[in-house]
């Protein structure tokens, strides 16, 4: 897989299929899907300007973001981490993402 342009934490983006905007509060997640057993997301969210409401978090992947709509904070550690992140991607072909 290539690698992403990974968006900062902080960034508020509108994803395919939901109707707010999330803001960005992690990224590199695998989680339990109740039918396709462990999967990986690029990036959790939470709808902006909500913020974290009981648990919601929505899963998604970057390619299902259709606009950045504000870039989060931007320094060498974020850079660091989305390289981390990609690296892991690239060295483990078996994690299984849900496509849009």
Known sequence: MAKI???PLGSIVRVNG??????IVSRGLS???PKEGMVYF??????????LVGA???YFNHDM???LVYAGYDDEDNRRTAEFINNYVQE???LK???T
């Open 65 to 67: 973001v259709r606009e």
């Open 56 to 58: 919601r978090i929505c």
């Open 31 to 33: 989680v339990k899907h």
């Open 92 to 94: 483990h072909p078996e």
């Open 5 to 7: 342009d990974l968006y």
């Open 97 to 99: 993402r849900l496509r």
């Open 18 to 23: 939901q109707p707010k905007r999330l803001m």
């Open 42 to 51: 690029d990036y959790g969210g939470v709808e902006y300007p909500d913020g």
